[in-house]
């Protein structure tokens, strides 16, 4: 992770965070097997609800590490890869970065399928046009997460908040221990 996801002057220590490896679902019917950095004191938890998710059949587009944030650098707009460490700032809704560190930055957060469970902004605009086609909520589309199904409640149950709850803005994807 040196130098690649994690590097000095993150708010987390190296030996503070732990490498998971799971079997997850695949939205292509199959099983792969993917990588999480994850903090220490959340890995045990975190990988439990994974568990679930697997024994569910809940599917990901992709389980990888995330990649290293560089301000003003491209965005693939079509990537939609579960994650959770990432050393980088809060962003604003706009996705300029703020003042403060991100949930992620501490690996307290994870981000589930982001194209199928989009940050919608409080007037309802999208930072990736791809995920327009999953703004509409109703819709029972593969990998998205809609409340009181079994991804909220599974974090719910170690005590996760689901940033599809939050009121103004939206970021369906979004899962942290201190709802941020």
Aim: aromatic share 10%; hydrophobic share 40%; glycine share 10%.
């Amino acid at each position: 992770m040196i130098g690649t996801i994690w590097e000095r002057g993150c708010p987390v220590a190296l030996e503070d965070l732990r490498l998971l490896r799971f079997n997850y679902l695949g939205l292509d019917g199959e099983v792969h097997r993917g990588p999480m950095v994850v903090n220490a004191s959340v890995a045990e938890d975190v990988l439990g609800v994974f568990e679930q998710l697997f024994d569910a059949g809940f599917p990901f587009k992709h389980v990888a590490l995330a990649r290293r944030w560089r301000p003003n650098a491209p965005t693939d707009t079509t990537r939609s890869v579960t994650s959770s460490f990432n050393c980088r700032p809060a962003l604003n809704p706009d996705g300029t970065p703020t003042s403060s560190w991100s949930e992620h930055a501490y690996g307290l957060a994870v981000d589930v399928n982001p194209l199928q469970n989009p940050y919608v902004g409080p007037d309802g605009s999208v930072r990736r046009p791809a995920a327009e086609a999953y703004v509409d909520r109703s819709q029972e589309l593969p990998g998205m997460i809609h409340p009181d199904d079994l991804v909220v409640l599974a974090f719910a149950a170690i005590g996760w908040e689901w940033g599809g709850n939050w009121s103004g803005k939206k970021d369906y994807m979004h899962f942290s221990l201190r709802g941020r």
